[in-house]
């Protein structure tokens, strides 16, 4: 694995969150008051993208149905969606988004 700049950290205020797409793959990222985080953008319940939801808390919930996953380690926290997330290594540096990517 790698790490790849996908973007600047001036691009994201705490409790934004952001689609990058990387080799095709739509990433959500987050900046939270606990952190950068990542998680794919796709909900694991139905093909809706996360970034068009809501950030609720430490939660994302996802736009079609309602259901939320927990943005720090992608498990499925409210119905309907039962399948975690998908989630990355995220980190700034010199000011520069860097996700470890395959």
């Given at each position: ?27 959500a ?37 309602g ?14 969606c ?21």
């Amino acid at each position: 694995m790698a790490w790849e700049t996908i973007g600047e950290e001036s691009e994201l205020t705490i409790g934004d969150m952001k689609q990058y797409v990387i080799d095709g793959e739509p990433i959500a990222v987050y900046r939270l008051e606990r952190g950068w985080f990542a998680t794919a953008d796709t909900c694991t319940h139905q093909d809706c993208s996360l970034t068009e939801g809501d950030v609720d808390g430490q939660e994302i919930v996802c736009p079609c149905h309602g259901g939320a996953f927990a943005i720090e380690t992608g498990r499925a926290t409210r119905m309907p969606c039962v399948i975690r997330l998908e989630t990355y290594p995220i980190r700034i540096r010199d000011g520069h988004i860097e996700i470890e990517w395959t």
